[in-house]
């Protein structure tokens, strides 16, 4: 039963509630009004009530819904009877899905309709429940492809900017700009010309290109401000618009600008400043809009004493972290760890802004699995109420997408969950038989960037710090061991293949190397056998799968090119070089052959050709305009 004047978001709830209870248990359920309730109750032996009934109000009258936020839930028994409710819009939708998760077994891995799990249970028993909550995380975002999808998106919790749920499923928070607004609300093609003055002062000159503004200037702030409100007339309901820095450096170093920043210690001093201003201008039309900022790169560091209003939103950017290491006592996230400790005391209202990959090569192992927890529970306990999961929404092809979008919903939800338990439950569900290798490999990697102590940035795109020759042949066999497990089902199949690409990648791009890694070991090389199949099989599983992007903003069709390169020319078969007679006399591993996929070769095709070579080990050679380097040397050790 829902209430009488139900929202739409309440009307679905009631739709799913009855969809999938009928599909586990194999009974009918009935929609209806309370109004529309004639019989007496005694009549229905279970009264399952959906949203702010009546019957829930007089049942607990002590539970103020009112109170309960956008997302809030509320679980309960009584009588026979259960209750499903939740704050508004979306607070009743998010209650039943709770509930079917954690009491009918049902589980959304994805976005497809092969992506669930729907348990049969024709006895369902609903034990006794009494659970009211409330997500510490108010605004919660996994940026990957399959969780833009609206109704996958509204069963993973998830209401964040770039996700499109429809107002039937309760909708999402939308930030007016996203981001690096300075220039969309003040374009230099419009204003330069007449007022220089506006934009960064830098080296004595004032930029209108790759620049910020000048954010003391009073007639600019005027202007700006103007440009806002304009824009939030267009749109009143939104909530929350950005006012921020350009994604770039640049700022102002004019006599007022610089001395503010000196005295506030960051250059998140004039920001904040800046950001008041045009706070306490929206708040005077529009009190209930929120202005957000980024704290991001030369603005990280909080300012000494300047305090953000009480409508800004601050959002922490985690760029330059290293995510081999937990940002809450990893030693080389200290900076940040102080920071985000700075903002907190600070600002009323703190988002985060978090990377979870690997923006110049999507598809290669990325290992902060393990990480992903324990700082999502840092943001939470430096009173962090949003958080923005960065992952690589453009490729279907990376590092566990899949797992990295479910893991990441469920942790934003409640981050007192057992992570490790978490993506055991989503490998087994996933992937079957395939769960046990799958989660070796994923300690493996996780295990090997740590105990090597490297830096992990968001941006790499070299494996061999901590990625090397072993690693990767016990990589290699648990993959094998997780396909063998599930050869005889073509889903599970071509998931695990799917997963395996960042590992194959890796081999593609480094196989000369690790195959001179076995050599000089005096080990046999378990890699794969035939690079030139490999390179034809990745392409192909790549166009299957519809990569998308290998990286930011990058299509894979571009890179595919570059790729067939390294592996398609002449006399390529993976087999050991011929000895040259400049080696003649040395031992077995004093001498090597270094080929073209041994090199950085940047836009193959285009600034580079690889071009036939008599002289080269493989017949090879890559080629600049008029600069010719030859890509197969022998190199004397």
Known sequence: MTPDEALPAERIAAIELKTYLGRVTGAEFAIAKETEIASPASQYPLQLFVGPTKAFAEAFPEVDLSSLGHDGIVIKTKDDRLFLAGGRPRGTLYAVYTFLEEVAGVRWWGSRPDEETVPSIPALEIPPLDLVYVPTLQYREAFYRGAFDGVYAARSKCNGHFERIPVEYGGHYNLIGWCHTFYPFLPPEKYFADHPEWYSEINGQRVGEWAQLCLTNQEMRAQFIQNVLELLRQDPSAGLISVAQNDWGGACQCENCRKLAEQEGSESGPLIDFVNAVAEAVEKEFPDFMVETLAYQYTRKPPLHIKPRDNVVVRLCSIEC????????????????????????????????????????????????????????????????????????????SDFPELRAWLLAHLMWDPSKDDKALIREFLEGYYGEAAEPLENYINLICDAVQQSGVYLPCFYTDTSGWLGFKEMTEATRLFDEALARVQDNELLTQRVKRARMPLDHVWLLRYN???????????PFEGPQDPVALCKEFLQLAKDFDAGQYREGRPFEEYEPSLLSRWMGNNVDGSPATKPKEAEGTGEYDWADFQEQDMSLHNVGGWVQLVEEPAASNGLVADRKSTRLNSSHRIRS
């Open 513 to 523: 190397a690790l195959r001179r890694s076995a050599q000089f070991l005096g080990v």
């Open 322 to 397: 290293s995510f081999a290491q937990p940002l809450v006592d990893g030693p080389q996230n200290v900076q940040f760890a102080n920071d985000i400790k700075g903002w907190s005391a600070l600002a009323p209202h703190l988002y985060i802004w978090d990377y979870v990959t690997n923006f110049p090569a999507y598809i290669l192992p990325h290992p902060n699995m393990h990480v992903l927890a324990p700082n999502i529970r840092f943001f939470v306990e430096n009173n962090t109420i949003g958080l923005f999961e960065q992952g690589d929404a453009g490729c279907s092809i």
